[in-house]
């Protein structure tokens, strides 16, 4: 199985990249995003999110300020270490980008990969009673929701080796519907550069949520891929997702690429 240990690429700059991965997931989701930018010659940490890769009663038990100061804490060691830093996150990890660039004018700049600041279907209304306590309520022993396809990626080999969870606990849903909420309302605090990636197939956010992300945040740049799903970092136009983000930073850095630095190996 591939690893969902939290990881450290070492580059050859003085910039660095904090990637962070996505709600029920680990830092697997991106790993490979980190490798390319640790190759392209930037110091890369993926942090693993309180509650995650160890079993869902532990995710049930935390709030999404606890993956919010797990990131600021992430971040701020990079800051020891680093002259700049880019915070790229994938779902879940993407809001959790947005809400410290909102918080904190140091992070300079972010990358939100395939966001969610809603859910739609099925989703949406369990998400809802989620949040509300409603489920609790009525089906106190319906704690959790059975992913059934498994991850929302179109990868079959990603799909059979990611470390995620196999089910979504409810009170953790709600958390996160709540968390949403929050990242909404200060996207217009943001005043770093912003990169928008999402994906027209993505079955877990609505791609709306780009443009709606793009809009408020006065994104520099946003791209829609048309062949992946939700785990844009790891699914079939990874290199792409590489290629974008590598831009990125340098742009927003201003690291000049090296005649070394090779990207998006394969």
């Known amino acids: 199985m591939a690893s969902g240990d939290p990881f450290d690429f070492v580059g050859a ?5 904090v990637c962070v991965h996505g709600f029920t997931g680990t ?15 930037f ?14 009663a532990a995710l049930d038990a935390t709030t999404w300020h606890d993956w919010a100061d797990a990131v600021e804490d992430a971040f701020d060691t990079m800051r020891l270490l680093c002259r700049r830093v880019v915070v790229v996150g994938q779902s879940l990890g993407g809001l959790l980008a947005l809400h410290l660039a909102a918080r904190r004018p140091d992070v300079a700049a972010v990358a939100s990969l395939a966001a969610p600041l809603w859910l739609d279907g099925l989703g949406r209304y369990v998400a809802r009673w989620a949040e509300a306590g409603t489920l609790a309520r009525v089906a106190p022993w319906f704690k959790q929701v059975p992913k059934f396809s498994g991850s929302d990626v179109r990868d079959p080999s990603v799909r059979a080796e990611n ?3 196999d089910a979504i606990p409810l009170r953790a849903l709600g958390e996160l519907v ?3 909420q929050v990242v909404d309302a200060s996207l217009d605090q943001i005043t770093q550069p912003v990169l928008v990636l999402h994906a027209t197939q993505d079955h877990t956010a609505p791609v709306a949520c780009a443009y709606h992300i793009a809009a408020r945040a006065r ?10 799903y939700h785990l844009i970092a790891a699914d079939v136009e990874r290199d792409i997702v590489a ?5 990125f930073v340098r742009r927003t850095t201003q690291q000049k690429a090296e005649p ?3 990207a998006c190996a394969t």
Not at 27 to 41: I, M, S, T
Not at 219 to 228: D, E, F, G, K, V
């Open 163 to 165: 470390p995620c969870y």
């Open 260 to 262: 070394g630095d090779h």
């Open 43 to 56: 110091q890369v940490h993926g942090p693993r999110l309180p509650g995650h890769g160890t079993e869902l």
């Open 13 to 17: 700059g003085d910039v660095g990249v």
């Open 27 to 41: 830092p697997y989701e991106v790993r490979y995003l980190g490798d390319q930018l640790a190759r392209a010659g």
């Open 243 to 247: 290629e974008e983000v590598i831009s």
């Open 219 to 228: 994104a520099q740049r946003m791209r829609i891929l048309p062949r992946s």
């Open 178 to 180: 709540r968390y949403m």
